[in-house]
């Protein structure tokens, strides 16, 4: 049994893979999350196939009981968090005049209320391992475009401005206690989520998704004493309307 475990949710491609693909290298058990099972079972095989201990949950972060399962599944397999990406999000874009409420909802609670329910659920074991070695993470996946508000994306960069400062709260809140709270806020990562805009801004210009993976790495090796709340990855000069 791995010595350390991890959760990600949104794991079945890009930024969350990558994660995963550094937390299995650095040890750790995984339980990985998506929509669909298929595409997820499939994303994780090269994983399981090099030996890590990997569970997986198709789960929408949207519904609280699914959303729930993932931990429950998770704590049955591995009995301890030591780790956890709140990664999933959606970006819909759509002019302010014509925000459709369901996707006004839709945003709402796959890139904020399901962190938000996520860090609840996942703290009893978090607690216990920051208890036991000060290492504790929760890794909220923001954006650039919750740090400065970008035209057609509102929502989206509203949600991800409130995923920045519930993580400044978090890491107020639960610093103390050995549980380090870091929110990242990439510019474009060429992942299936910028698709829309590869027409303007070509795929090899982007941030790798091993950047973000990188990211991760670097605060699992930090010292328990050195929190980082934030890390803003940009594509070098440019402040870029990336979701
Ligand atoms: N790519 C970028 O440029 C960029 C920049 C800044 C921040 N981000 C953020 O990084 C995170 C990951 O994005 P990505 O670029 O890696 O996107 P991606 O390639 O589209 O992957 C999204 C992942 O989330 C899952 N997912 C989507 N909706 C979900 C739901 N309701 N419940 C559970 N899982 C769900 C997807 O699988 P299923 O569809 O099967 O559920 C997939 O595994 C997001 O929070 C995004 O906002 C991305």
């Not at 699914?66 to 591995?78: D, G, M, N, P, V």
């Not at 990439?186 to 982007?206: C, R």
Request: some cysteine; charged content about 25%.
């Amino acid at each position: 049994m791995a010595e350390r475990a991890a959760l990600i949710t949104g794991a079945s491609g890009g930024i969350g893979l990558a994660i995963a693909e550094v937390l299995a290298g650095e040890g750790y058990g995984l339980t990985l999350s998506a929509r669909r099972p298929e595409k997820l079972e499939d994303a994780v095989a090269h994983l399981r196939e090099a030996g890590h201990e990997v569970e997986t949950v198709a789960a929408n972060v949207s519904d609280e009981a699914e959303l729930k399962s993932i931990f429950t599944a998770h704590e049955a397999r591995f009995g301890r968090l030591d780790v956890l990406v709140n990664n999933a999000g959606v970006g819909i874009g759509a002019p302010l005049a014509e925000i459709e409420t369901k996707f006004l909802d839709m945003q709402l609670a796959v890139n904020l209320r399901s962190i938000i329910l996520g860090t609840r659920e996942g703290m009893p074991m978090l607690r216990k391992a920051g208890e036991e070695h000060r290492k504790a993470l929760i890794l909220n996946m923001a954006s650039i475009a919750g740090k400065s508000g970008q035209p057609w994306l509102s929502i989206y960069g509203a949600t991800k401005a409130a995923v920045l400062n519930f993580s400044v709260a978090t890491e107020r809140e639960v610093g103390k206690e050995g549980i380090a709270c870091t929110a990242f806020a990439p510019a474009f990562v060429d992942t299936a989520m910028t698709d829309f805009v590869k027409g303007a801004v070509p795929a090899e210009e982007m941030i790798r998704p091993s950047d973000i993976g990188e990211g991760v790495r670097y605060l699992l090796k930090l010292s328990p004493n050195c929190h980082i709340p934030e890390i803003v990855f940009t594509r070098g000069g440019e402040s870029d309307g990336a979701p």
